[in-house]
């Protein structure tokens, strides 16, 4: 009887299924979170919607201290230039909806693509603003530096004071 020795190529494909396996989970996580719906958001009774009982969330309208964060100390009828200056200057961000007072826009996280919505409404002598995360419980405070990030942005390009 005639002994085999393995040939070793068993060894070497393994890191390779695991590669793909790997390619195929980030694909359809990215589509997944692609393709999840936005959650409330819009205008109600003035405002923007509040937040949901989730730690991914900012909101100026918003009296709980988790939420809560200072509206753009920016006059309403400079919305169209704050939404400039917010295209310009966030990252992988883009304009939904833009109609009188209202902004929609959506940002997605550079590696698995997870989609964020940013809402700014304006008002008289502010702009109500509001950022929230589509998908998970925690955002680890992605969405309060956005809006910190365009607060210091719309500083800089003389847009707000």
Known sequence: M????????????W?????????????????????APPPAIGVV???????????NCVHSGSEHPRYAIAPLACPGDRLPEVVDVALAQLERTRLVELTDGYAHLR???????FVDDLELLAHDDE????????????D??????????LRAALVDAGVCP
């Open 2 to 13: 005639e002994s085999r020795q393995p040939d070793g190529h068993g060894r070497r494909r």
């Open 15 to 35: 890191p390779w299924v695991v590669l793909a396996g790997v390619v195929v989970l980030a694909g359809g996580v990215r589509l997944a979170a692609a393709l």
């Open 45 to 55: 009774g003035g405002s923007l919607q509040d937040c949901p009982r989730r730690d």
């Open 107 to 113: 940002s997605a996280s550079p590696v698995w693509g």
């Open 127 to 138: 702009i109500e603003v509001r950022a929230a995360a589509r998908l998970g419980r925690r």
């Open 140 to 149: 680890f405070d992605v969405n309060r530096e956005r809006v910190e990030q």
